[in-house]
């Protein structure tokens, strides 16, 4: 089960952290990814991490905005999101994989979802 939190009302250039919090399996051994959803477009690929903190990868849109982390002992990911843009609005998904140790930053890849949480950047 993932649940995702954090989602907010925001200005242009400011920050927001979301939160996804996961139970259910034993967290370490799952990549982690996020996603978005923008009224009217296709869900989309934004960040992922591995099971190792080391491994990631962005989005070209987001690349040096925003950061992914996770905290496994908290079995918690993060998304760290910086000089936001309007674009940026949208509903953010946190996604994982059945199997262990699958590095995909696919959608069609993630068998697990969060219920998403609304990102709001205002110009």
């Known amino acids: 089960q993932l649940q995702a939190s954090g989602g907010g009302l925001v200005q242009a250039g400011g920050s927001l952290r979301l939160s996804c919090a996961a139970s259910?399996?034993?967290?370490?051994?799952?990549?982690m990814n996020w996603f978005r959803q923008a009224p009217g477009k296709v869900r989309e690929f934004v960040a992922l991490i591995g099971t190792s903190a080391g491994s990631t990868s962005y989005a070209d849109s987001v690349k040096g905005r925003f950061t992914i982390s996770r905290d496994n002992a908290q079995n918690t990911v993060y998304l760290q999101m910086n000089s936001l843009k309007p674009e940026d609005t949208a509903v953010y998904y946190c996604?994982?994989?059945?199997?262990?140790?699958?590095?995909?930053?696919?959608?069609?890849?993630?068998?697990?979802w969060g219920k998403g949480t609304l990102v709001t950047v205002s110009s």
């Open positions: 996604a994982s994989p059945r199997r262990s140790y699958y590095y995909s930053a696919s959608l069609d890849d993630m068998d697990y």
């Open positions: 259910g399996r034993t967290f370490t051994l799952y990549t």
